[in-house]
């Protein structure tokens, strides 16, 4: 039992992927099925609970704009909210000591951060339930959580009317924010009441399975449909928008895992001279060729996509920089044996410790792409040392 996660409204810990509605049985243990699962709380009753509190994608774009002045801003507070907290001797006694009031602080950075995120999905409805769990196990009354939401909705709201200057925009964040408390106090209190909604639980199951099997009936007929919008037809690997899902995914997977994520980001050198010199044709077969190389080089937990134009990314699940180094060399070799084609190629790692979000990992990876691009424009203008197979360098991640 971790009391390290008491009376705050976030928790650091990670939740579980988003549970296939009936996937698991009636008989399923616990452990082997999500929080959003066993509460029955699929993609449709997440999308009416927010309909309901008029929680739009307005909402979500506003909070999502506030997150520079929040993070600008989180350390400080941070510091006030524990500050109020603390000074509330019933929860100063049930932290008990300096090593547990670190952790909250930690959790309570990234409950905060998730707040502006922009993202409200599966992982984020997890990570609420995940609160309402903790805190219904170690006996916490709800008094206490309620108060401590009240105290950081104070604060934020503060911070957020000192460092916007746009009335109108203060306006809409705070009704954001607001809404999305709601939504997830709701989340909290349904694993607080749980055992209150036992008959309910069973009409409503009842009525989840009547819709899955709707759902089936038009999933049947749709699946190859969206399928197919998610890969990229001339390569057959993943498009822009699917990388970027399953790049989010896999960082997730990476944090509850503790585990390293590498992701090798590469474009071919001079395609657009090949282009301009011997047509679109022959440049759209060899980002055909380079599309077949890459899916036969990487493994089948990897997640390869063609990006756009000629740049391509492979993530690497689990595997450190040095390993990553290793595939990006063999991969160039191939490249240049089966598809007569240079490739700059700019590696990172993230985990297993501290994780970059999805936007700097990329641009970490174009940045380092593009400083080997210089390099291997710079050793064009030079006479040739001796042959060789190409290299894919990178710096450290």
Same mark, same amino acid.
């Given at each position: 039992?971790?009391? %390290?996660?008491?009376?705050?409204?976030?928790d650091?810990?990670?939740a579980?992927?988003?549970?296939?509605e009936?996937?698991?049985?009636?008989?399923?243990?616990?452990?082997?099925?999500?929080?959003?699962?066993?509460?029955?709380?699929?993609?449709?009753?997440? &999308?009416?609970?927010?309909e309901?509190?008029?929680?739009?994608?307005?909402?979500?774009?506003?909070?999502?704009?506030? !997150?520079?002045?929040?993070?600008?801003?989180?350390? *400080?507070?941070?510091?006030?909210f524990y500050?109020?907290?603390?000074?509330?001797?019933?929860?100063?006694?049930?932290?008990?000591?300096?090593?547990?009031?670190?952790?909250?602080?930690?959790?309570?950075r990234?409950?905060?951060?998730?707040?502006?995120? %922009?993202?409200?999905d599966?992982d984020?409805?997890?990570?609420?339930?995940?609160?309402?769990?903790?805190?219904? !196990?170690?006996?916490?009354?709800? #008094?206490?959580y =309620?108060?401590?939401? #009240? &105290?950081?909705?104070?604060i934020?709201? &503060?911070t957020?009317? /000192?460092?916007?200057?746009?009335?109108?925009?203060?306006?809409?964040t705070?009704? *954001?924010?607001?809404?999305?408390?709601?939504?997830?106090t709701? =989340?909290?209190?349904?694993?607080?009441?749980?055992?209150? $909604?036992?008959? $309910?639980?069973?009409?409503?199951? !009842?009525a989840?399975?009547?819709?899955?099997?709707?759902?089936?009936?038009?999933?049947?007929?749709?699946?190859?449909? &969206?399928?197919?919008?998610r890969?990229?037809?001339?390569?057959?690997?993943?498009?822009?928008?699917?990388?970027?899902?399953?790049?989010?995914?896999?960082?997730?997977?990476?944090?509850?895992?503790? /585990?390293? =994520?590498? =992701?090798?980001w590469?474009?071919?050198?001079?395609? #657009?001279?090949?282009?301009?010199?011997? %047509?679109?044709?022959?440049?759209?077969?060899?980002?055909r060729?380079?599309?077949?190389?890459?899916?036969?080089? +990487?493994?089948?937990?990897?997640?390869?996509?063609?990006?756009?134009?000629?740049?391509?990314?492979?993530?690497?699940?689990?595997?450190?920089?040095?390993?990553?180094?290793?595939?990006?060399?063999?991969?160039?070799?191939?490249?240049?044996?089966?598809?007569?084609?240079?490739?700059?190629? %700019?590696?990172v790692?993230?985990?297993?410790?501290?994780?970059?979000?999805?936007?700097?990992?990329?641009?970490?990876?174009?940045?380092?792409?593009?400083?080997? +691009?210089?390099?291997?424009? #710079?050793?064009r203008?030079r006479?040739?040392?001796?042959g060789?197979?190409?290299?894919?360098e990178?710096?450290?991640?």
């Amino acid at each position: 039992m971790d009391s %390290g996660r008491f009376a705050i409204p976030g928790d650091a810990a990670a939740a579980a992927e988003w549970p296939d509605e009936g996937a698991a049985p009636p008989s399923a243990r616990p452990t082997e099925r999500t929080l959003a699962d066993q509460l029955q709380l699929h993609h449709m009753e997440i &999308a009416r609970r927010k309909e309901i509190l008029g929680f739009t994608p307005a909402d979500v774009a506003v909070l999502a704009a506030a !997150r520079p002045v929040i993070d600008q801003q989180l350390e *400080a507070i941070v510091a006030e909210f524990y500050e109020r907290q603390t000074a509330i001797e019933e929860i100063s006694l049930i932290i008990g000591d300096a090593e547990t009031l670190r952790r909250l602080r930690a959790a309570q950075r990234e409950y905060i951060a998730d707040l502006f995120s %922009g993202f409200y999905d599966a992982d984020y409805v997890n990570n609420r339930l995940r609160i309402g769990q903790v805190h219904k !196990r170690l006996g916490v009354e709800p #008094k206490y959580y =309620l108060s401590a939401i #009240k &105290a950081l909705k104070d604060i934020l709201r &503060a911070t957020i009317k /000192a460092r916007v200057e746009d009335p109108q925009v203060v306006a809409a964040t705070l009704e *954001a924010l607001d809404r999305l408390l709601h939504f997830d106090t709701a =989340l909290v209190f349904d694993t607080y009441i749980r055992s209150m $909604l036992l008959e $309910l639980e069973a009409a409503r199951e !009842r009525a989840v399975r009547y819709a899955h099997s709707l759902e089936e009936r038009v999933a049947e007929r749709t699946r190859e449909l &969206a399928e197919m919008s998610r890969v990229d037809a001339l390569t057959g690997l993943l498009n822009q928008r699917a990388f970027h899902e399953e790049l989010r995914r896999e960082l997730a997977r990476a944090k509850r895992d503790a /585990a390293p =994520l590498a =992701l090798a980001w590469f474009d071919i050198d001079g395609f #657009k001279a090949i282009n301009d010199a011997q %047509g679109h044709q022959r440049g759209d077969e060899l980002l055909r060729i380079v599309g077949r190389v890459v899916a036969s080089a +990487k493994r089948d937990v990897d997640v390869a996509a063609r990006h756009g134009g000629d740049e391509f990314a492979v993530l690497l699940p689990g595997t450190p920089h040095e390993g990553a180094r290793l595939f990006a060399m063999r991969l160039a070799c191939r490249l240049q044996e089966e598809a007569g084609v240079r490739v700059s190629m %700019g590696l990172v790692q993230t985990g297993p410790e501290a994780f970059d979000g999805p936007d700097e990992l990329l641009r970490k990876a174009d940045q380092r792409m593009y400083a080997e +691009k210089r390099v291997h424009a #710079k050793s064009r203008r030079r006479p040739p040392a001796g042959g060789g197979a190409p290299e894919a360098e990178a710096g450290a991640a």
